[in-house]
Each structure stands twice: as structure tokens, then as C-alpha cells.
């Protein structure tokens, strides 16, 4: 049985991969290694925590013996990779750790994978010859874009915040492995996913959260941002077709073509909660407030994914109404009762 290291499988796109694949591929073992940190959560797990082909470890992706321990017992042949500190605001205040974990965490997952798998650069152990490291990373990476243009595969890297410089320095490893030991690597670049399971400090969360508990919806700035909105199941049948179908060495950017601004994404969840649960007057919308923007704030992103469509037939299938909908709903029925 073939055994897949995935990272971070604890926090919201890891959580909904897991799952996928756990139930899409029996045949397959799936090790999540994921530190729980406080993005990290296990209750995201429950329907397939007792699966005969998953297996849960409580880790760090810096501690280069538990990784080492980890490929040897479990014979890891694939990693798909996304144990990372996420959140743009906290690293605003708190660059350190972005850097611990999204620059020398990575290293330490490559670096550890290189040597189980091959014996030199660009010779690969025999029963290793299939293994593949999928790097999970961020449109962010290309830093920010106008009113127009798309970000392809071909744009430079433009990182504006501790948050992208650090995946971009970790692309930037991943695509150092495959120049120098002709390791198989695939990154995946995606925008802006939501869904199920993400962490109540996030944007779609925190609007839902706040208008429920009839407090404040904060808004950065005057709320015009755009981001290109793809939900979470998408982007991770996107990263399952990279990583199965990818070609060795290439990036893949992922996207939904959705791109909104940060009122019209607050006015929406708040018109399908005045149909979900009216309030006595008014509707949720009066609580919409704008605050102080987020330091260093990119305009605008979005995502040319041609390429991962054209050649690996990916394709989003939710579109943002319905995707929207869902949402809501999963959030409502988390928050209603607290
Ligand atoms: N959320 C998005 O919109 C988005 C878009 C594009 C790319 N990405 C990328 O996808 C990946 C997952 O993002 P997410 O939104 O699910 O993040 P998340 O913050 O919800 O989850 C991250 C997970 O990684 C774990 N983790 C953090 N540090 C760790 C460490 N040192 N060792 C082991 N585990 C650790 C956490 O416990 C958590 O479970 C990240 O690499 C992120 O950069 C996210």
C-alpha cells in the first residue's frame, strides 16, 4: 500500500484534502503530520479518524528526526505539503515564526525527502522511483495586480508580506531540489479558498461569526480589495490531480475565476443570513463596519488557471453562489448555539 505524507492536514485546506483522499483512495495510506498549532484542529478530522488508512501525528515540520522517523517507518513515497503559518495579519506582528515554519520547515521535509528517496542527484532509489513532493502555495507569492491582468505561471515573484516572502522563499527551495538533485517536485499556486473548516480569524468566518453575535463586522479600509475566490473541495481536487497528473518541475496556478471584493463578500453572507435567520428590524448588514486597512494591503489578485486546465483537465465545480450558500450554512449551524 502505497504511504502519503501529507503536512498541516489538521488546518482547513489539510482537513478537507484528508478527507477527500481517505475516502477516494482506500488503497492509499495517508500519515498527517500536523503540530496542531492554534490553527490546527482535530475535531475537522472526525468522520475519518478511526480509518484503517489514515494515520494522525502530532508534529513538527521542523524536527528533522521525527520527519526522518516518519519517512522510515511509514515508507513514505509522496508528500503533499501544507503545514504552514497562514495568516497574513499575524505576520504582520509576529514574523518569526512564517519563517521558522514556511522557510525551514520545508526545507526540512525536501531535504529529508531527498535523501530517503534517492541516492544522488537525479538517481532515485528503485522502489522510490514514483515518489513525488507537492509544495502547496499561495498566489501571494506574485504580490498584487491593479484593476486588470491575471497572474499566469510566468509572473515574477512580487511577495509584499512576511506571509508571501516566506512561501515565496519556500517556492523558491522546492524549485532549487528539482534544478539541482532532479527531485520530482510539483507547486501548486492557489487563491484565496473558502469552505468548511477554516479558522474563525479568517475573513468569510469572522464576517458570519460577528454578524450572528450581533456585534461589528469589521471591514479593512474601505473594503474595495479583490480576491479570486475558490472553494476549498476545488482547490483540493486541483492539488490531487497536480500531484497524480503534474509534470515534474512544473507550477501549476490554481483559481476560481471569482474574483469579489471584500463589501460585496460581506453584503452576500449577510442577505442569505437575513434569509436564514431575519433579525426582529433591519437586516445584518447595518452591522458591516470599516476599520482601520491591514498594513502593506494588496489591492488585488487573480488567477489565470489555464494551464492546470488545458493540461490536467481540472475545472472549479462549485461556482460562488452555490459555494457561498454551502458556506454559510456550515457556519451557521457551528455558531448558532454559541
Ligand atoms: N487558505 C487559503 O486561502 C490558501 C490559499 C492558497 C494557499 N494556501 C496554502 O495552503 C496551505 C494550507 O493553508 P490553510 O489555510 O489550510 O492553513 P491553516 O492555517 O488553516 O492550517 C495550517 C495547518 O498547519 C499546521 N502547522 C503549522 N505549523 C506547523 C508546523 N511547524 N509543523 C506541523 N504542522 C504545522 C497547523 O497546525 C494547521 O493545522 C498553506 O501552505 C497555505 O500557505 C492557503
Not at 166 to 181: C, G, L, N, Q
Not at 293 to 302: I, K, L, N, V
Not at 330 to 337: D, G, H, I, L, M
Request: with cysteine; charged share 20%; proline share 3%.
Amino acid at each position: 500500500m502505497k504511504t502519503i505524507l501529507i503536512t498541516g492536514g489538521a488546518g482547513f485546506i489539510g482537513s478537507n484534502l484528508v478527507e477527500y483522499l481517505v475516502e477516494k483512495y482506500p488503497n492509499n495510506h495517508f500519515v498527517n503530520l500536523d503540530m496542531l498549532t492554534y490553527a490546527g484542529n482535530l475535531e475537522n478530522l472526525k468522520s475519518i479518524e478511526n480509518a484503517n488508512n489514515y494515520t494522525f501525528i502530532k508534529g513538527n515540520i521542523c524536527d528533522r528526526t521525527l520527519v526522518e522517523s516518519i519517512f522510515t517507518k511509514f515508507k513514505i513515497e509522496g508528500v503533499m505539503h501544507l503545514a504552514a503559518e497562514s495568516h497574513v495579519d499575524n505576520s504582520i506582528t509576529n514574523p518569526d515564526v512564517f519563517i521558522e515554519t514556511n522557510v525551514k520547515g520545508t526545507f526540512t521535509l525536501l531535504d529529508v525527502a531527498y535523501k530517503f528517496w534517492m541516492e544522488k542527484p537525479f538517481t532515485y532509489k528503485k522502489e522510490f522511483k514514483n515518489s513525488r513532493f507537492l509544495h502547496v502555495s499561495t498566489d501571494e507569492v506574485y504580490g498584487t495586480l491593479g484593476k486588470t491582468g491575471l497572474f499566469t505561471e510566468q509572473t515574477p515573484y512580487a511577495p509584499n508580506s512576511p506571509y508571501s516572502a516566506s512561501k515565496a522563499s519556500s517556492d523558491m527551495i522546492v524549485r532549487s531540489y528539482f534544478h539541482t538533485y532532479g527531485m520530482n517536485t510539483v507547486i501548486t499556486n492557489c487563491s484565496n479558498n473558502y469552505g468548511p473548516k477554516q479558522h474563525d480569524e479568517k475573513l468569510i468566518p469572522t464576517v458570519i461569526r460577528k454578524a450572528l453575535s450581533g456585534e461589528i463586522i469589521p471591514i479593512y479600509g474601505d473594503g474595495s480589495n479583490i480576491r479570486d475566490w475558490l472553494y476549498v473541495l476545488d482547490h483540493c481536487k486541483g492539488i490531487n490531480l497536480a500531484f497524480r497528473k503534474g509534470i515534474s518541475g512544473e507550477v501549476y496556478n490554481i483559481g476560481g475565476k471569482n474574483e469579489q471584493n471584500n463589501n460585496y463578500i460581506a453584503q452576500r453572507i449577510c442577505e442569505l443570513l437575513d434569509g436564514i435567520q431575519p433579525l426582529e428590524k433591519g437586516s445584518y448588514k447595518d452591522q458591516i463596519n470599516y476599520v482601520e486597512d491591514r498594513a502593506g494591503h494588496d489591492f488585488r489578485y487573480a488567477i489565470d488557471a489555464s494551464k492546470i486546465e488545458n493540461n490536467l483537465g481540472w475545472k472549479a465545480a462549485e461556482n460562488f453562489d452555490s459555494g457561498i450558500l454551502k458556506t454559510v450554512e456550515w457556519y451557521f449551524n457551528k455558531y448558532k448555539n454559541k
